[in-house]
């Protein structure tokens, strides 16, 4: 795309550039389809673990709650996105930086509302609301607390997210949660159609370029919706019961504010913030080949938090930079935050026609198993990726290995806190929470090297050595 364009490379690498409209809209466009699939995922995950998603009564009724967690979904990351690239105030980086729907906080979100139906929203709804203030503040000192979150941290931590939802793409290939149990949960139909589904994404990974590349979730997941359409899987009756247009309503579900939830998302709001420096500092280096300046970092958090906390007063869910977008200015090597801003109105006209979530919500969970297994996947591939810009002596190998055990220990058997208070069960149930906390905690107390000793003490006297190869302090 970017070789057809007239414009000097001056222009291409100045945010506030307007290409003709005729190369806008279509470059508008790609940044959607690079991030839609991930940008509503978390909506139906959210569904299903609350028990109003695929396989619940509500399926008879077309989704009704389901389609409107989508819709909002879809609106607010429209809306965040144009705070970042319009500016409001501080808050905003006017750069292309596309927001959307974040994968971090549902490891918090899905203890929170387990099995308790729509009812638990409210909970959910108060952390975000909240959190997001918070996060906007965060704004103001984001500078300052980058040390507390290196690679080992933040890698640790996105790792963490990805084992912890490998689980539910495994389940949602199989057949979705609510089928469990029953002889049709893992059956031949599920799987062969969630295969189609990976093996197209894969296909397209590995040997298409550009756009076809970047979109090969969304492509293989259309793939997989024919296949599923022809074994008559799909169902358009949520499409014929949803309204055309629908304006968001405030609290529809109400707002309760826990402790649990609020502690929860204001820890999270750290990570997420992290998460939104490393994109701003890529699209600078990647578009203009220049570092983030202090006042685009700030506006960036600025305008993750402020966009979380509008989403969460709507029915939307916590709203963070996209990073597979940063990747798609690096290839048009386009840095106008106008383009983004045309992918952003498209983004508030699809959460404005119920239709599109109705539609997105017709789609066979065996379907978008296939798609989330590899997107979940990647996830962990991306938290392995921090993690090798680690100095892997003997210190750092010690606090990641405390971490990571504790947080997927208590992930992998809450029951272990059934005699701790409501809230602390929930929080650290979520395993991030603890193993972060852990990390940060070790990271900032610990001495720059330990010593044999200390490490024989903690590993139980091992001293590093493990299947014949030993770790050496670099």
Known sequence: MSQTMIATPEQMRDPNFTPPLHQAV??????????FVSNFTPAIIVAGAAGFGFGSAAAAEGFPDMRYLIQMCMLFAGAATLIQTIGMGPAGA??????????AFIPIMIPLVAGQGVEALSVLFGGILVGGLFHAT?????????FALPPLVTGLVVLMIGLALVRVGIQYAAGGVPAMGTPA???LQSWSVALVVILVTLGLKFYARGMLAISAVLIGLLVGYAVAWAMGM???????????FEMPVPFKYGVTFTAAAVIGFCLMAFVSAVETVGDVSGITKGGAGREATDREISGATYADGIGTAVAGAFGGLPNTSFSQNVGLIAMTGLMSRHVVTIGAIFLILCGL?????AAISTIPIEVLGGGVVVMFGMVCAAGISMLSDVEWNRRNMVIFAISLSLGLGLQLEPAALQHLPDTARVLLSSGLLPAAALAITLNLILPPQLTDEAVEEVSGGHKGHGHGMRYEDR
Request: without cysteine; glycine residues 12%.
């Open 26 to 35: 279509p470059l508008g466009i790609q940044h959607v389809l690079a991030m």
């Open 94 to 103: 006017r750069l292309p930086i596309v927001q959307g729907t974040s994968f």
């Open 138 to 146: 965060l704004g103001t000192v984001i500078g300052r607390i980058r």
């Open 185 to 187: 949960f893992g059956n």
């Open 234 to 244: 799909v169902n358009f009756t949520a499409i014929a019961r949803a309204p055309v």
């Open 353 to 357: 026609i119920p239709k599109v979530g």
